[in-house]
């Protein structure tokens, strides 16, 4: 999503990101292009871009800064969804774009997209995660709802599918442990790797994703320097940035490179 810098990029930049992507996973793996913009007719020729270079799906923000009724809310995704053949997976981040996937937005857009296969949550509220995983239950078994980082603990047991993970640039191991303790109900091993977890999302959100990409860089997964407005880090906070990944034994225990 955000850690790439989507929104500071040029248009044909992320047209030719999406394209390198699909080419790079080569079939291994599913790709889900972050078609996110302003103006949902330039969300959806990103979309339709996403679709000619045979990505698997799209993920996509509410509109932003507009803070639209219900009714254009769900009129911005129908138009996404229903303009591709692929996959949609809808991004609920109120605090970045002032409106809300609620509820009836959830479930009308289930009955009227088959396309629409899950929820990315960025809000961060227990409340508003369980109701979520209950209702897209009920209507969908096959619909997933995964949170925007790594709250795995907490929600895995009432019904999120996992996370995206921003974590997993720089910590691929760690996640996919807390992700299996979590899916097996293995409370006594997956609360310290959680406890873990939240040291190292401590660190990579500061001044993110400048700290993601310079920490990436440290385990030799160089992706270059970060755009304006986001800033590089400065000397003190790389020598920080060392002495939380060495403390957490990242660098022994994570694999190096690509």
């Not at 999503?1 to 999406?18: F, P, Q, W, Y």
């Not at 045979?54 to 129908?78: K, R, T």
């Not at 969804?81 to 996937?101: F, L, R, S, T, W």
Request: charged letters at 20%; hydrophobic letters at 40%; one cysteine or more.
């Amino acid at each position: 999503m955000h850690i790439g810098e989507s929104l500071n990029l040029t248009v044909e930049e992320r047209k030719d990101l999406a394209r390198s992507l699909v080419d790079a996973a080569a079939g291994r793996v599913r790709v889900f292009v972050n078609v996110s913009t302003f103006g949902t007719g330039n969300a959806l020729d990103l979309a339709r871009h996403s679709e000619s270079v045979n990505a698997s799906g799209i993920v996509a923000l509410s509109p932003y800064h507009w803070q639209p009724g219900p009714e254009a809310h769900i009129d911005h995704f129908m138009t996404l969804g229903g303009g591709v053949g692929i996959d949609m997976i809808a991004y609920n981040n109120p605090k970045h774009v002032q409106v809300e996937i609620t509820r009836p937005i959830l479930l009308e857009l289930m009955e009227r997209l088959p396309n629409f296969v899950a929820l990315k949550d960025a809000k961060f509220d227990m409340n508003y995660f369980i109701h979520a995983c209950r209702v897209t239950s009920e209507a969908s078994p096959d619909f997933s709802v995964f949170t925007g980082i790594e709250y795995l603990l907490t929600s895995i047991p009432v019904g999120g599918s996992g996370s995206f993970s921003n974590c997993a640039e720089v910590a691929p191991s760690l996640v996919l442990d807390l992700f299996d303790a979590c899916i097996k109900g293995d409370l006594e091993r997956a609360r310290p790797l959680q406890y873990k977890m939240s040291q190292l999302l401590e660190l990579l959100q500061y001044k993110y994703p400048a700290m993601v990409k310079y920490s990436m860089g440290l385990l030799g997964r160089p992706v270059g320097g970060t755009r304006k407005p986001i800033l590089p880090l400065k000397e003190d906070e790389k020598a920080h940035a060392r002495e939380v990944l060495e403390a957490l034994g990242i660098f022994e225990n994570e694999p190096w490179g690509w």
